[in-house]
């Protein structure tokens, strides 16, 4: 396996961080089968359901078929498995004094590879909830109707286009950039926000930036930026192999 002398390089800057930050996207998770919201293999995930089901106007119009969908997708990524990717963050997470994961994903295959604490910008799917009565429930265990027994409705844990990040989540995760000593972007476009801010946010703090992802086109580049081309699942544990043989 031959990337070039990025590899070594990020291997050691790696064995030397005191304070490493994980930032990952759909791209992560697309060994494990889930696609990406640009692979637009899935019927799921087609861009007329994004627009019918994801933003909160779509979801109140089409609520039974809407509440369907949320459902199915989160049965969906419980019945695949995390990839050598997710197993090695999980990993890097015993060997460096602090490790922040920060996802976009909703999949929750961080937690399920042994991550904790993982910061998740854009929610979960592995919780529904009311917000009239705070009624919570696990995706498995929520009711076949999505109208709450308070008048509301029964939503996924997830953040829909048009709705704010969590706040806590969001400021968490920019602190965690700032203050790093390397930062990887793993499986991610970084071209909308707030992928875009993450990454620049930890350059521009003296950070080195790592960029993991088979395609590197528009990727961020310039001072103190490491390109790998590679598999997330390829990548991650050759990296660790390298760092702690
Ligand atoms: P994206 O779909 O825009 O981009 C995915 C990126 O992953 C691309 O740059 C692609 O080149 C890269 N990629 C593909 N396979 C890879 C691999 N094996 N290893 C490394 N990189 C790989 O995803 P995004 O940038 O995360 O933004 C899309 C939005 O869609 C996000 O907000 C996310 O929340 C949501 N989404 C989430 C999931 C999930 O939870 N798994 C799935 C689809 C979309
Ligand atoms: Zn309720």
């Not at 998740?120 to 592995?126: N, Q």
């Not at 996924?156 to 400021?171: D, I, T």
Request: proline share 6%.
């Amino acid at each position: 396996m031959h990337y070039g002398p990025a590899m070594h390089e990020v291997a050691t800057l790696l064995r030397d961080a005191k304070h490493v930050v994980v930032f990952t996207g759909a791209g992560i998770s697309a060994e494990s089968g889930v696609p990406t919201y640009r692979s637009g293999s899935d019927g799921l995930w087609s861009r007329q359901n994004m627009e019918r089901y994801a933003n909160p106007r779509g979801y109140q119009r089409h609520l039974d078929d809407a509440y369907a969908w949320y459902r199915a997708r989160a049965k969906g990524v419980s019945e695949v498995e995390p990839n050598a990717g997710h197993h090695a963050i999980a990993r890097l997470e015993t060997l460096v004094d602090r490790c922040d994961v920060i996802t976009q994903n909703v999949d929750n295959l961080h937690f399920r590879a042994g991550s904790r604490g993982t910061i998740e910008l854009h929610g979960s799917l592995r919780e529904f909830r009311c917000d009239g009565c705070g009624f919570r429930v696990g995706w498995e265990s929520a009711p076949d109707s999505p109208r709450c027994a308070c008048g509301d409705v029964i939503r996924p844990g997830v953040v829909m286009f048009e709705e704010m990040l969590p706040e806590a989540a969001f400021s968490a995760a920019r602190d965690a950039a700032v203050e790093c000593d390397v930062l990887i972007s793993v499986g991610t476009s970084n071209q909308v926000w707030p992928a875009r801010e993450l990454p620049a946010l930890a350059q521009a703090s003296g950070a080195a930036v790592v960029i993991v992802n088979p395609d590197l086109t528009e990727q961020p580049e310039g001072r103190g930026v490491h390109q790998i081309a590679g598999l997330a699942g390829v990548v991650l544990p050759a990296l660790l192999q390298m760092a702690w043989p």
